[in-house]
């Protein structure tokens, strides 16, 4: 069993920047590919980052890549998202999720989520 508890969200200026985290109990963080998705008022859910177990590799959506950073801590069981350049088409709420042993891209192959954090953009 793995719990996720995202921190970092708020309010922006466009162009500005934020760093969610998500913190996950248990000990086997370090097996599960993490991710971050968002969903914003009338939308579906959207993917959009993953890394891998180890954090050598990562995956953008097209939308935010060049502007966002995922990483990860294994000794800390935290993954992050830096977010910058953000845009008024930024703002949702962003969660956390978790895979074991691998990235992923659909909300469907996740085992684990967060609840979610708030991320408001105004411009």
């Known amino acids: 069993q793995v719990q996720l508890v995202e921190s970092g969200g708020g309010l922006v200026q466009a162009g500005g920047s934020l760093t969610l985290s998500c913190a996950a109990s248990g000990r086997t963080f370090s097996s599960y590919g993490m991710g971050w998705f968002r969903q914003a008022p009338g939308k579906e859910r959207e993917f959009v980052a993953t890394i891998s177990v180890g954090g050598l590799s990562t995956s953008y959506a097209d939308s935010v890549k060049g502007r966002f950073t995922i990483s990860r801590d294994n000794a800390k069981n935290t993954v992050y998202l830096r977010m910058i350049a953000l845009n008024v088409e930024d703002t949702a709420v962003y969660y956390c999720?978790?895979?074991?042993?691998?990235?992923?891209?659909?909300?469907?192959?996740?085992?684990?989520w967060g609840q979610g954090t708030q991320v408001t953009v105004s411009s």
């Open positions: 999720a978790a895979k074991f042993g691998t990235r992923f891209f659909k909300s469907s192959e996740c085992d684990y």
